[in-house]
């Protein structure tokens, strides 16, 4: 069994930060690529941004300069530094991971989400 744990959302003005982690714990043999996804009211679910197991990473055009996504192989984490919020980015933010299990099944896995909201 695999589970992801999300923490650090929150309400926040616009212009500032959060700071959101998660942690991946376990029967699990590596993790590959992580990432954060967004999901707003009556909106589909969006790629954030994503890294993968060799530091690679990539972001949403609307996050670029405001957002930085990192990871810890190590402890198995993925955190996500937002700073310079808007209220356009109130959203549950979801982390996302794609898990080699010790049963060398590979899963994605998702956490349950942690709530940031923006006010203006």
């Known amino acids: 069994q695999v589970q992801l744990v999300e923490s650090g959302g929150g309400l926040v003005q616009a212009g500032g930060s959060l700071r959101l982690s998660c942690a991946a714990s376990?029967?699990?043999?590596?993790?590959?690529?992580m990432g954060w996804y967004r999901q707003a009211p009556g909106k589909q679910r969006e790629l954030v941004a994503a890294i993968t197991s060799g530091g690679s990473t990539n972001y949403a055009d609307s996050v670029k300069g405001r957002f930085t996504i990192s990871r810890d192989n190590a402890k198995k984490t993925v955190s996500l530094q937002v700073n310079s919020l808007k209220p356009e980015d109130t959203a549950v933010y979801y982390c996302?991971?794609?898990?080699?299990?010790?049963?060398?099944?590979?899963?994605?896995?998702w956490g349950q989400g942690t709530q940031v909201t923006v006010s203006s």
């Open positions: 996302n991971a794609f898990i080699k299990t010790m049963k060398d099944t590979s899963i994605p896995a």
């Open positions: 376990g029967s699990i043999r590596s993790i590959g690529t």
